[in-house]
């Protein structure tokens, strides 16, 4: 109440096509970064603490919404930082969190440990589109030979120029766009209509796969996701994708598993072999480099049913490049698409920690999410439950 509305929350959209949001994010970000610091210097005042925790969300706004005008390695980066003249609002959003930081701890007392821990990274988003929109086309071709759903191609072919001024305020909205439409006057009316005329209630959107039928509006949860758009035909496809971001979910439609199945037990094998084969295929149109990393199955026959089991049978794990086309020999070619958000989520994180009876240069080999938690409460005295994952990795000489 004291200090203001947070103007990010729920606002950062990661539109980085739009000049006017790109802009607005920018300070958005600055003015956020200074409420928490005040925030936290003014609880800090009222101490004494245990423990004080607190977060800064803007390094994780910035990197998926402006990575792209930040890093080299970003398709996009050249076409929208003038060859690198442009400032990079990611560092300068990390350079105003590092000066809060400094203002927050100054405010602690000296004999506090403080530490300074993200539990991943950023990086280029190379997957988001990739298992939302690209492995479901596919998979809808695979159960649909001959039909097309999401913008074609032909594969060989020297690709179209990247889309680089998208013309929707949603990345969904723009994705429905790019849906394969032969007839001129319909594509002209899906690409302008207004979003409202195509979202309903719950952000769902009409069916694309509605060509060949009068368009449907319906509410559908997860109705920004093109993962989702299929669903009304999972019934009648041998597997389709399950919607999510990072690595990609494939489900199989087993006989006897789905309310709807269609796919025999026997056929179980034989049928995960095809789609990995298909998967393992796949290449960015743009290098010709295969996009899958790694296909793997969860289960190793169609029977298998443990509970602790994933949803999916088939988990597609990418690739760590950022590509808009993608070639099947199989399948033909989707794209190019317009990218998602610039930047999403890497594995690898960080933590910083000083305080009494730290070393300097100290080093904390192979440290885990889960021993943050186990780490925290070692310099707390505080004992570790038994139910705990992970373990403090304080030096022995700080624990004794």
């Given amino acids: 109440e004291k200090h ?9 959209t990661g539109m980085w096509w739009r000049k006017k949001y790109v802009s607005w994010i920018k300070q958005a970000l600055k003015q956020s970064v200074s409420g928490h610091k005040a925030i936290a210097k003014e609880l800090l005042d009222k101490g004494p603490w245990d423990l004080f925790l607190m977060g800064f969300g803007e390094t994780h706004t910035v990197g998926h919404d402006l990575y792209n005008y ?7 980066y050249p076409h929208l930082t003038d060859n690198g003249k442009a400032p990079d609002p990611v560092l300068e959003t990390y350079e105003d969190i590092d000066k809060a930081i400094g203002e927050i701890i100054a405010e602690a007392d000296e004999d506090t440990y403080v530490m300074c821990f993200s539990v991943h990274g950023m990086g280029p988003n190379f997957a988001d589109m990739l298992s939302m929109a690209f492995l479901p086309e596919f998979l809808y071709r695979f159960s649909f030979p001959g039909k097309v759903a999401l913008s074609s191609g032909e594969v060989g072919s020297p690709p179209p120029s990247m889309v680089t001024k998208p013309i929707r305020n949603a990345w969904p909205g723009q994705i429905w766009g790019e849906m394969n439409e ?17 979202r309903g209630k719950k952000h769902g959107l009409w069916s694309p796969y509605a060509l060949t039928q009068p368009p449907i509006q319906k509410d559908i949860d997860l ?34 598993r789905e309310s709807s199945g ?13 789609i990995i084969d298909m998967v393992y295929k796949l290449t960015d149109a743009r290098t010709g480099k295969p996009i ?9 026959h169609a029977s298998e049913d443990d ?37 999403s989520h890497l594995g690898e994180g960080f933590m910083v920690l000083a305080g009494p009876d730290i070393p300097a240069g100290y080093e904390f080999e192979d440290m885990q999410a ?31």
Wanted: a negative charge; hydrophobic letters at 40%; charged letters at 20%.
């Fill in 262 to 274: 269609i796919v025999e037990p026997a056929d179980y094998d034989s049928l995960c072999e095809q």
């Fill in 70 to 76: 930040s890093q080299p390695d970003h398709p996009l």
């Fill in 4 to 12: 203001g509305k947070n103007p990010v929350l729920f606002n950062d």
């Fill in 292 to 300: 899958a990393k790694q296909v793997v199955r969860t289960r190793q």
């Fill in 307 to 343: 509970p602790k089991l994933p949803d999916a049978d088939i988990v597609v794990i990418w690739n760590e490049a950022v590509t808009d086309v993608v070639d099947s020999p199989d399948l033909g070619r989707v794209g190019p698409l317009t990218h998602a958000r610039a930047g």
């Fill in 370 to 400: 889960m021993d943050l938690a186990p780490t925290i409460l070692s310099l707390m005295d505080a004992p570790l439950p038994d139910y705990l994952d992970g373990h403090s990795v304080l030096p022995s000489k700080v624990l004794s």
């Fill in 182 to 198: 032969p007839n001129p006057i319909r594509r002209f009316w899906r690409t302008w209509t207004h979003k409202k005329l195509l």
């Fill in 223 to 256: 109705g920004w996701m093109p993962a989702i758009w299929y669903s009304d035909l999972w019934p009648e496809m041998k597997a389709f994708a399950i919607p999510g971001y990072t690595n990609g979910h494939i489900r199989i439609n087993l006989k006897g």
